[in-house]
């Protein structure tokens, strides 16, 4: 069974850093791209904010955060990180993890930039 459990969301200040983490479990993670997703309040439809292939040398980002936040993944650990810096206001939404070639989501981490 295909799971992924984000964590590390949290209230922060305009300009703040947050660091989020997704454990996948169920699937051959290591063979699996990773994305990174987010539901601003208020929307249906998640956006996409970033890519990275299974060995982590093909990374992608939305230009909306390119240049603020950094996909990585420790194979070892069946865990991606999405490291946010200099939050803005309009970066607040749940985010989840996503496998491309699996079915399924998590809970999402809530992510809330406010002054």
């Known amino acids: 069974q295909v799971q992924f459990v984000e964590s590390g969301g949290g209230w922060v200040q305009p300009g703040g850093s947050l660091r989020l983490t997704c454990v996948a479990s169920g699937f051959t993670f290591h063979k699996s791209p990773m994305r990174w997703y987010r539901r601003p309040p208020g929307q249906r439809q998640r956006e996409y904010v970033a890519h990275i292939s299974g060995d982590g040398d093909n990374i992608d980002y939305d230009m909306s955060v390119k240049g603020r936040f950094t996909i990585s993944r420790d194979n070892a650990k069946s865990t991606v990180y999405l490291q946010m810096n200099n939050l803005k206001p309009e970066d607040t939404a749940v985010y989840y993890c996503?496998?491309?070639?699996?079915?399924?989501w998590g809970q999402g981490t809530q992510v809330t930039v406010s002054a």
């Open positions: 996503y496998a491309i070639d699996q079915n399924g």
